[in-house]
């Protein structure tokens, strides 16, 4: 089956300018996640949804980040008056979600989106 | 916070060899998560091997193995018949185990893998 898709694979932005990015999630998994890579550096929690809903956001970085998940599927990751800072690739990932607790729950990654703020 | 730490930028290993990657991490539980996760330039993330921290096996799958050492709080990954499609960035991860089975992972650095011919 697909698995997570990213749009777009690249994004070349200036200083100032307003981003979105987008995540497809497998779908029926109900979580999402993003995460930031900057460069030599791993993946960084930025924000998790289950279903609709943030469930956790306190990767955010500050203010000029947003994510939504209107329906539950697709989620777009939000960027305001991008900064050359947010050069990073952008990574999605979702997972079935278990209502039993301490389940264990494999994240899938999407293959990211590079943003490059110029 | 929890933090995960991985000591070596860069390994190489020649072909058919078996090289061991080193991670280490602190946490204040005793329930979590531990995982290797594999990134070729694609960028796509996959995941290579997974421990339970209340699971005193280590655990295997084919030619990867871990070494899980809790009270040391260390995980290091032992690939064992290195072919030249393990040529990736290894990256060490964290999670707790939480109630609803769903919180996001905290990465190492990553080390680079090389082998070769």
């Known amino acids: 089956g697909a698995g997570v898709s990213q749009t777009p694979s690249n994004k070349v932005t200036e200083k100032g300018k307003y981003v979105e990015l987008r995540c497809d999630p497998i779908s029926g998994h109900t979580a999402l996640y993003w995460y930031r890579q900057s460069l030599g550096q791993g993946p960084e929690f930025l924000i998790y949804f289950q279903g609709t809903g943030a469930a956790d956001d306190s990767g955010l970085p500050n203010d000029r980040f947003f994510a939504v998940r209107p329906e539950g599927s697709v989620s777009t990751l939000k960027i305001q008056r991008t900064e050359r800072g947010d050069s990073a690739v952008y990574l999605c990932?979702?997972?079935?979600?278990?209502?039993?607790?301490?389940?264990?729950?494999?994240?899938?990654f999407g293959p990211g989106t590079r943003l490059t703020v110029l | 916070a929890q933090t995960v730490t991985q000591s070596q930028p860069e390994m190489s290993v020649q072909e058919a060899e078996t090289v061991t990657l080193s991670c280490t991490y602190d946490t204040s539980e005793s329930d979590y998560y531990l995982f290797w996760y594999k990134q070729p330039p694609s960028r796509q993330m996959i995941l290579v091997i997974r421990?339970?921290?209340?699971?005193?096996q280590n655990a295997t799958e084919n030619r990867f193995s871990v070494n899980f050492q809790k009270a040391a709080k260390s995980f290091s990954l032992k690939i064992s018949d290195s072919q030249l499609g393990d040529a990736a960035m290894y990256f060490c991860?964290?999670?707790?185990?939480?109630?609803?089975?769903?919180?996001?992972?905290?990465f190492g650095k990553g080390t680079h893998l090389i082998i070769q011919p």
């Open positions: 421990q339970e921290a209340y699971k005193q």
């Open positions: 991860a964290y999670r707790r185990y939480s109630g609803g089975g769903a919180d996001g992972l905290t």
């Open positions: 990932a979702s997972s079935p979600h278990s209502s039993s607790g301490g389940s264990y729950n494999e994240q899938f």
